[in-house]
């Protein structure tokens, strides 16, 4: 099993590095073990295909829409990578207990709490499930930045090699500082946490999370 994750592995690298220019010196920020959550924003489809086979760590677990799996070579590759399934039309109990479970064993989680494809690359408003994930578990966040293959099928049909730049920030923790979870505070947590990815990108890649001068974190503490 650990041979053909790490055969899949390498072959996607090969793709992948004769199709983009990655910047593949970042992930060796990204710890072995956790429980930590990776939270990033979400272009298109090429951030798990690109992150998961670099990492190279069967304890990193991604997250995919449950109807991927209709896709025979989606869920070849997935069921090898162990993502979990999510519907996204409801609240996804079965989901929500695995992630649980993967932190608990000390796994890396990575979430994409934009929920959808921005695919112009500005930044969506995040959900805030991911907050309820992360004070359920405890775990430390790790906010990544990619940007600048907005454009990937474009230069694909020109033959032209694509700019996949990576930034990865300092792990941190969520403090509520005695608020309750209500909806609305756990969507001000979802916020602060996606200003920590905004951080790592060129304010042209910011969308609903510019700001101008120091951003002021309430929940966010360092790790």
């Known amino acids: 099993m650990i ?12 793709v992948f590095r004769a199709v983009c220019r990655i910047n593949v010196e970042e992930l060796k920020k990204v710890p072995n ?7 990033g924003n979400h272009i298109n489809f090429l951030e798990a295909p690109v992150l ?40 996804d109990r079965e989901a929500f207990r695995q992630m649980l479970e993967v932190l608990s064993q ?13 695919k112009d690359g500005q ?12 004070l359920k578990s405890g ?7 990619f940007h600048g293959y907005e ?5 694909l049909k020109r033959l032209r090699r694509t700019d996949f730049h990576i930034r990865v920030g300092t792990p941190f923790r969520i403090n509520m500082n005695g608020d309750s979870p209500s909806r609305g505070a756990r969507q001000a947590v979802t916020d602060e946490i996606m200003y920590k990815v905004a951080e790592l990108l060129p304010e042209r890649y910011r969308g609903h999370y510019q700001f101008e001068g120091p951003v002021k974190y309430r929940y966010v503490i360092a790790d």
Do not use: C
């Open 3 to 14: 041979f053909r994750y790490r055969l899949i592995n390498w072959f996607l690298r090969l």
């Open 33 to 39: 073990n956790g429980p930590l959550i990776i939270v």
């Open 52 to 91: 998961i086979p670099h990492i190279d760590n069967p304890g990193i677990i991604g997250i995919a829409k449950k109807e991927s799996w209709n896709n025979p070579l989606l869920k070849f590759l997935f069921d090898q990578w162990g993502v979990i399934p999510i519907d996204r039309d409801e609240i």
């Open 106 to 118: 000390g796994k890396i989680l990575v979430i994409f709490p934009e929920g959808t494809r921005s």
């Open 123 to 134: 930044m969506l408003p995040g959900k805030p499930g991911v907050v309820t994930l992360v």
């Open 139 to 145: 775990a430390t966040i790790m906010p990544v930045g």
């Open 151 to 155: 454009n990937f099928w474009e230069n």
